[in-house]
């Protein structure tokens, strides 16, 4: 099984600023990594896929890249409600696993 | 308009059996491509794959969860059946439902469905 680990754990920052994520996997990947944000009370939403398409109405400051094991999810200048949890998942191998997020908090 | 919605209990006791009914409408699980999965959350805990069906009534479970969870379809009723077996207090969570299409990522998500397992 396919370990996905997310780094930072929680990334306080204020709005306007870039935030960088960063997700490591024990095996590699290709490109067939996704992220998801998740806020408080809801279901989480696709923004990335295979690894720097985003998904249908993310907004563009919202970008994805990497390959193989590294893989950084980029938001150019923080909004307000970008602050929010986000994970990680990988297709590549069944079962289909997600990182254990990383909390971004506003500073 | 794609739409899921998780239906089952909201509180069982340990040792019984759980199932949880995905509902959706605006897609065929008939329609080559389309699989739903099922993905849970502890309360303040990270999301965790559960199991998918696809189209061709292809099924793929967690390895840790996979001989207590069986994953089935009903096309003409448009729902998914979840049923974990010998559930436990560690299996309190959040379970969610969502759509995969050919391009093999949750792209619709449900609301999710609470569920307790407390005697």
């Known amino acids: 099984e396919i370990v996905l680990t997310q780094s930072p754990a929680t990334l306080s920052l204020s709005p306007g600023e870039r935030a960088t994520l960063s997700c490591r996997t024990s095996q590699s990947l290709g490109s067939y990594l996704a992220w998801y944000q998740q806020k408080p009370g809801q279901a989480p939403r696709l923004l990335i896929y295979d690894a720097s398409n985003r998904a249908t109405g993310i907004p563009a400051r919202f970008s994805g890249s990497g390959s193989g094991t590294d893989f950084t999810l980029t938001i150019s200048s923080l909004e307000p409600e970008d602050f929010a949890v986000y994970y990680c998942q990988q297709r590549s191998t069944w079962p289909r696993t997600f990182g254990q997020g990383t909390r971004l908090e506003i500073k | 308009q794609v739409t899921l919605r998780e239906s089952g209990p909201a509180l069982v006791k340990p040792t019984q059996t759980l199932t949880l009914t995905c509902t959706f409408s605006?897609?065929?699980?008939?329609?080559?491509?389309?699989?739903v999965t099922w993905i849970r959350q502890p309360p303040g805990k990270a999301l965790e794959w559960l199991a998918l069906i696809a189209w061709d009534d292809g099924k793929y479970y967690s390895t840790s969860l996979k001989t207590r969870l069986t994953i089935s379809k009903d096309t003409s009723k448009d729902q998914v059946l979840l049923t974990m077996t010998n559930m436990d207090p560690v299996d309190t969570a959040t379970y969610y439902c969502?759509?995969?299409?050919?391009?093999?990522?949750?792209?619709?998500w449900g609301q999710g469905t609470l569920v307790t397992v407390s005697s």
């Open positions: 605006g897609f065929s699980l008939s329609t080559s491509g389309m699989c």
């Open positions: 969502a759509r995969i299409t050919s391009g093999w990522w949750e792209d619709y």
